[in-house]
């Protein structure tokens, strides 16, 4: 789906006017005069109902209009679901081309900017993941999509959509590209690539590198892995001020280890590494629009977690870069593991904020369902503004606790900590484990992201597989850090 830009709608060709509606509201009277360009009778009935669409023919054009549902009801997350309905009927219908009045989004009275969440909806809307596909059949979208717009900065904002969803894209194709292609390996290609292409700084460190350097809780993970594991450094400016880091799990596959999962479903284990992938998401998208001035990290251990004759077993002891030793009880429970060294190597940047994402337990879905992330956060600023972000950009999260309480079950009887504690209260222990690695008196916040980061919804803006969640939070991180950093700078 190409975007485009035009002035006016005469100008847009034979491409559909797009219109949104609530239930029960009539056409103000601009919007009259908008179906008047087109010959569209603006009392022509339409319900305006959540879901549904409509063809108008009008004597100068075609009028796709979309409901948003109950007036009261439309806000942002409404209005993405209504652009997935018109993506969705546009290709249905076949429609070559949708255009849609950046002025006519302007008066739905939505918070932030419409015109930009109308380009992201879309762009994430008529997503699809072909890549192995021998014929990837037809395109699920309509092949344009114009904003009408005599806006001076209309260029500019419509450059910064297609960053955000070009990132978000990218973390979805990771997520769904299966784990004997989307290798820790692979995933370093990638953060190199972005490197080359932006100018961003990058390291990739090998297994012996990763154990030199004194990772042994992460070296534990790959130990029975044939496929070489990698921890990728990505940086938006080496010689940058205080950076935000932002740590991603990378499981390229989650097996269990010697404590095998069930094999139903595993094969969703594929998206254990949707962390890592928010987080080179993240970067693409900062490529492509820039990221404020602000200095980025990301830091991202990349591995399988799989059986073997030398993988780890339940009750070994390791040390971490930070000196303290895990008994690992369940190798299950692995992804904190890896995360716990790249928490512990964030010391040498003097976070600004530190930010992990991980797929990192089963019992956040319980707690939580789908819908939602956890977050657990040291200072009630982070959680306001990972939480505030989160809604503006469609992707939510519920507050969890860091309390001490929580602190004495991961205690063992033979090393520092061990990596679980019991099954009640598993999102909690899983951060609490985290918790003992973050550098003394930087400001954390571990998000847990294994309900949202994959779906199986054809809606809204989902395609069935990853979602790419994250990308678009961080996204909003960096911009609101990047704000407080001119402030000071005044
Ligand atoms: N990757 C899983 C968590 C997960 C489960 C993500 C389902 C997405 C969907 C994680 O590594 C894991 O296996 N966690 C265990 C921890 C347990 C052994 C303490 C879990 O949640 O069962
Ligand atoms: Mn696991
Ligand atoms: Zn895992």
Request: proline share 4%; aromatic share 6%.
């Amino acid at each position: 789906m190409n975007i485009e830009i035009f002035g006016s709608h005469a100008e847009s060709g034979d491409a559909v006017t797009l219109m949104f509606r609530a239930e029960g509201a009539g056409w103000g009277i601009e919007d009259r005069e908008l179906l008047g360009l087109m010959g569209v009778d603006p009392d022509a009935p339409f319900s305006g109902k959540a879901g549904r669409s409509k063809l108008c023919a009008g004597t100068g054009g075609l009028c796709l209009l979309v409901g948003l549902g109950k007036a009261e009801e439309v806000d942002a997350d409404a209005f993405r679901t209504a652009v997935g309905v018109a993506v969705r009927a546009a290709a249905s219908q076949e429609l070559e081309g949708l255009a849609v009045d950046a002025a006519h989004l302007g008066r739905l009275g939505l918070d932030g900017d419409a015109a930009v969440e109308c380009i992201v909806a879309a762009l994430l809307a008529a997503y699809r993941f072909t890549a192995f596909k021998s014929d990837p059949g037809e395109a699920d979208c309509p092949g344009r999509f114009a904003v009408v717009s005599a806006d001076a900065d209309i260029r500019a904002r419509v450059d910064r959509a297609v960053a955000v969803a070009e990132g978000v894209r990218l973390a979805r194709d990771l997520v769904n590209t299966p784990s004997n292609v989307a290798t820790p390996e692979h995933l370093a290609g990638v953060a190199r690539d972005l490197a080359a292409e932006f100018g961003f700084g990058v390291q990739v460190f090998g297994p012996e590198e990763i154990i030199g350097m004194g990772m042994g809780s992460f070296a534990s993970v790959f130990r029975g892995s044939d496929t070489p594991a990698r921890f990728i450094v990505l940086d938006s400016d080496p010689e940058g001020g205080r950076p935000l880091v932002f740590v991603g799990k990378g499981v390229t596959f989650d097996t269990g280890g010697i404590s095998l999962k069930p094999s139903a479903k595993m094969h969703e284990m594929k998206g254990d590494m949707a962390g890592a992938a928010a987080i080179l998401g993240l970067f693409r998208t900062l490529g492509r629009a820039g990221g404020g001035g602000r200095r980025v990290v990301g830091l991202l251990p990349c591995t399988e977690n799989v059986p073997g004759s030398r993988a780890t077993k339940p009750g070994d002891v390791v040390t971490a870069m930070n000196g303290k030793t895990v008994e690992i009880l369940n190798t299950d429970a692995e992804g904190r593991l890896i995360l716990a060294d790249a928490l512990a190597y964030s010391a040498r940047y003097e976070p600004e904020i530190l930010v992990d994402l991980a797929t990192l337990t089963g019992a956040c879905l319980v707690a939580l369902g789908t819908k939602v992330a956890a977050v657990f956060a040291t200072t009630a600023e982070l959680d306001q503004r990972i939480r505030e972000g989160g809604s503006r950009a469609g992707e939510r999260y519920w507050p969890m606790p860091l309390w001490a309480e929580y602190g004495a079950p991961l205690k063992s009887d033979v090393a520092d900590l061990k990596n679980i504690a019991t099954r009640e209260g598993g999102a909690i222990y899983a951060a609490m484990f985290l918790k003992n690695f973050v550098p003394e008196g930087v400001d954390w916040a571990h998000l847990d992201i294994a309900g949202p980061a994959w779906t199986d919804e054809n809606a809204s803006v989902f395609r069935p597989g990853g979602t790419g969640f994250g990308v678009r939070t961080l996204w909003e991180l960096v911009g609101e850090y990047a704000e407080d950093g001119s402030e000071l700078a005044l």
